[in-house]
Each structure stands twice: as C-alpha cells, then as structure tokens.
C-alpha cells in the first residue's frame, strides 16, 4: 500500500542569496501553483509555513477567498486545490499536525538545487513511498533554500533537479511540480 | 544529433473559461518561472507570443531590466535565463523567425490539459526530437488553453498530463516544467 504523501513549502528557516538565515515572503503564485500541483499528484496536504502571523493571516485570506469566497463559486478546481492548503507556524508544527491523524513515523525529504552527499533519487523515494514504513512530508525552500538545520534534521535528503546542462536556478514552483510527477511517474 | 528546441506561451488565440477566443494578459511569472525551466532544459529561445504592442513593451521591459538593466548585475542566474526570451506578434511569427535560423521544417506541437484523439506521448516526441527531421516547437496557451486553430493547425499534438487521478488543472508554468523534464528525461 502507498504511504501518505505530504508537502511543505518553508519561509522559514531559509536563506538569503549570501547565505544567511531568514523569513521570506508568502507568494501568491506559490500558494496557487503549489496546490494546483498537489491536488494533481495526490498529495495529501500541502502546508504553507511561516512563523509571521501577519503572513499567516494573508494566506487564509487567499485560501478563504477560493474555498468558502467568491472565488470558489467562479473557479470550482481552484476551490478543489486550495481546500488542502494548510497554514503552519514552523516545521515542528507541521510534523505534529501530520502525527496525529497518520500512524508511524513522518519521514522528512529535504530538497535543493545544490544538494549533494549522500542522496536518494526520485526514484528510490518513489519505492519509500510504496514500500515504506509511515508517512513521508516533502520540504521545499523558497529564498535561496533550505536552511542547513533543516537539511541535517532530514531523515532524506533528494537528489537536486538537474537538466542537461549546469542550469539549477528553477523556481520553487517550478521544482515542486518536477518532483511530484517524477515521483508519480511509473517506470517506461 | 538532437534537434533543436524552441517553445512559445500564446497569449492569442486562447480560450477563456466559457471556450470564447480571446487575448489573455502576460503575467510575470510566466515570463521568470517559463525562462528559468527553458534555461535548465536547453530550450533554444522561448518566445512570448501577444498581439497586443503594449503588452509586447512590458514583456520587453521586463526582461531588459534583467539582461540589461539592474536586476541582471543583482541576480546573474536571471540574466541568464531571460536572455533566452523574446517576443513575437503571432504564431506565424514565430515560426518564421526560427524558419530564418534553422534549416528543415520547424515542427509544432500543441499542447493542453483536454488534448485527446491522436496524441504523441512524451517518450515519442523525445525521439521525434532526437532523430527527427528539422526544429521542434513546442506551443504552450495560457487563460484556458489553445484556441482550435492551433491545436488543428499543429504537426503534433503532446498527450495531456495526468497524475493518478482525475484532476488537471496545473498552471501552465507547472505544465512547462514538467514537459521539458519528462522530455529530457534518460530512459530509467
């Protein structure tokens, strides 16, 4: 049996372009491309996170907005995807949030352009999620990334997405929607 | 040898939610998200496609502030992806600028989330691309898809992207980037 799939896109902790840890901003195209990619691939939530409740509040009112506003009524598939978005205020509470509704243990899966040591490809991660014990929580980075706190504290680590040539700079977005069709994707 | 890939966002003709042709709007980040996966996936020039001379300025304001202007020297990663970019009034335009540079056929491609009857698939149009005779363009709509004309008018048609379920409503960056990743994809 599959185990449970669960995303979270982190701003915070992350790092700046010199490598410093910060609090980014919540993006709209994020929150919208992001959960539009989840309810594709059959994720089963996808957690925004962020420590600034200011930022957390203008989440809600987004996903408000399209799940129980008028852009609901408009735009029924937004509606669909929006409704497993899910705010949380550190990586801590999104693990928590996880155990209490799944049995065993929830496996974290750091991601990033320049990961490197010792990594798992889509692939094997794709057999973890058939074959593994418990639930597995993606963890994408916006800013310049993953904190290295984050990245340590990972039970995984994924391969970084790479094309043909040298080129690592996709959006988050962008790597987000990459990752979950490959793991999706049944062997050719 | 490979052929050469290009790829073109149509803002014209495209549907409008109740299957109307109109002209969309071009959205920033259409413009980042698009010329960040060309860049990773070798795509030769992606081009921006919109009837409208005002909304063909703003693109090319846009992507001069990042070539030429002051977001280049801030972020050289963006530079380099939105040196790929360019602008065009029509398909025709298009594929007669690519005609001017390449020699062969330039083979289009629609795409689309409803795209059914006869569909090349991914793993297909990869060999089209690698032994096929000329340059692939593959053609992306935005608002809610390609109008007809372009679907009918085309080489080729992609198979839609589907995740296990019904659901298909990615973004159309969310499409880009899956398609040129599946089309890059080795064998596993």
Known sequence: ??????????????????????????????????????????????????????????????????????????NPSRREALEAVEVAGSLEGVVEAIAREESGPVNTVATGARLGGSCVSHGQLREILDNGNGTTLILFGTGWGLADEVIESSRYRLEAISGPGPYNHLSVRSAVAITLDRLARRKE
Not at 24 to 49: E, L, M, P, Q, W
Not at 67 to 73: D, E, I, L, N, R
């Open 1 to 74: 049996m599959r185990g449970r799939l669960y995303i979270a896109l982190l701003h915070h902790p992350v790092l700046d372009r010199e490598g410093r840890v910060i609090t980014s901003s919540v993006t709209n195209a994020d929150i919208h491309d992001i959960a539009r990619s989840a309810k594709t691939y059959g994720v089963t939530r996808f957690f925004i996170v962020t420590p600034i409740a200011d930022q957390a509040d203008l989440v809600r009112t987004i996903v408000g907005h399209w799940t129980c506003g008028a852009g609901g009524s408009l």
